[in-house]
């Protein structure tokens, strides 16, 4: 690189985030790495959809992005979100494209993962040093640095693995080869013996054993198959590097474990439910309070003071919730399970209509109240079953409590086996 150009992104690489917060050593050497590139109005940067691992930066001039859905905005370097990377998200959620005339300059993502970690030290210097604001007592402070994070790219909401999104999109596809399913999902280990394990299962099983992925999702079936590794994927996002959080984020893991099982047994006796569907809902039920987890160690009103916490997470699981369901591209009665889940008297008003639907997050409440109800750690957070809406529309589609207790009670096996089979 031209000496002129090193000397110039010296000076220009501090102006953004993560190159502010390094030694001046190591932004040497990235300056010589580093090269300012030119493209012409409508240039593409990256499509909709794409899982490339280059990051961009604006140095001038201004880019379009544009949704799925046709909505654009653009970034100049008038705003302050150019200080981070162009629309950090995976799959890219935007298609970016330069609207003028534009100079920029890339970089690998696993760098500037890799940089961001190394300018926050270690992970007890993280907690001890980034912990310096506070969430506020209803979380107001905390959702608002959420929100500027995620719109300006500097916070990334956990994604599904890159194999979890190729195998539903290849399902999705009217002329796919199932032979090629399987290569995809030979291709994540993990998924692979998980589909395999699940063919192999109590629900599943048939007269033969399931040795390979393709005899797995012959027998699962392309629907079933799809929803299972959804669901493996997500569970696999239940995790922090923060000990601090960990408890907890192995609390809301058994939770979901627990409402997933007695979600899939609920459905299976409910007209016009699927089985895996409910699954997958009493799975990602609290995915909001797994993103706050991941979010949260930098205040230290939370990580200090477990009631505040619990105080936080009750008023922004729900909208969290919803945010990362939307950007996965989740169907809306998902979207409205992970937003409403956490609001037992959601329709409470509206219990004496007898039109109102029982739905999937009806059906993820009922499981909570009745998978939850004998452990001894979650049973004291849990309202009166009868005080609930959703239990009280449940009675009304002609189940009755005492139906239900033999539901599960014939189902232990089962309930069981998903379980282990999650685990």
Not at 225 to 234: D, G, H, I, N, R
Not at 332 to 342: A, D
Not at 399 to 410: L, M, R
Request: proline fraction near 3%.
């Amino acid at each position: 690189m031209p000496k002129a150009e090193a000397s110039l992104l010296k000076v220009l690489l501090p102006k953004y985030s993560p190159f502010d917060n390094i030694d001046s050593s190591l932004l040497e050497t990235l300056a010589d790495d580093i090269e300012i590139k030119t493209a012409e109005t409508g240039f593409t940067l990256f499509e909709s959809g794409d899982f490339d691992s280059t990051e961009y930066y604006l140095v001038s001039g201004s880019v379009s992005l544009i949704a799925r859905d046709g909505r654009e905005n653009t970034i100049s370097m008038s705003n302050s979100s150019a200080r981070f990377p162009i629309a950090r998200l995976r799959p890219r959620m935007y298609t970016a494209k330069a609207a003028t005339a534009i100079h920029y300059f890339v970089i690998g993502a696993s760098v500037l993962d890799e940089l961001q970690r190394s300018s926050r030290g270690s992970e007890n210097d993280l907690v001890m040093t980034e912990t310096k604001q506070n969430a506020g007592i209803d979380g107001g402070s905390l959702l608002y640095e959420f929100e500027q994070e995620l719109n300006s790219g500097r916070f990334v909401l956990p994604s599904l693995p890159e194999v979890a999104f190729r195998i539903r999109e290849l399902i999705d596809k009217p002329d796919f080869h199932m032979m090629d399913l399987a290569k995809l999902v030979n291709t994540d280990a993990a998924i692979a013996a998980k589909l395999i394990k699940a063919g192999n299962s109590v629900m599943y099983r048939g007269v033969n054993h399931c040795d390979d992925t393709l005899a797995a999702i012959a027998r699962l079936g392309l629907i079933t198959t799809k929803q299972l590794v959804t669901s493996f994927a997500v569970l696999a996002l239940f995790k922090t590097k923060s000990s601090v959080f960990k408890n907890r984020m192995e609390r809301a893991w058994r939770v979901s474990m627990i409402t997933s099982s007695y979600s899939y047994i609920l459905a299976k006796h409910l007209p016009g439910f699927n089985e895996e569907e409910a699954l997958l809902a009493g799975l990602i039920h609290n995915i909001g309070e797994v993103v706050l987890l991941t979010y949260a160690e930098r205040f230290s009103d939370l990580a200090n003071d477990e009631d505040q916490l619990n105080m936080v997470i009750n008023n922004l699981r729900g909208r969290l919730g919803e945010m990362v369901l939307k950007e996965w591209g989740f169907g809306q009665e998902l979207i409205t399970v992970g937003k409403e889940s956490g609001n037992w008297h959601r329709e409470a008003d509206t219990t004496d209509d007898e039109s109102l639907k029982f739905d999937y997050c009806d059906l993820v409440q009922v499981a909570m109240l009745y998978g939850c109800k004998d452990d001894a750690e979650f049973s004291s957070t849990l309202p009166q079953m009868d005080s609930v809406p959703a239990f009280n529309k449940l009675k009304k589609r002609q189940i009755s409590p005492e139906q239900v207790d033999t539901i599960i009670e014939e189902a232990q096996e089962q309930i069981t086996e998903l379980q282990q089979m999650f685990s």
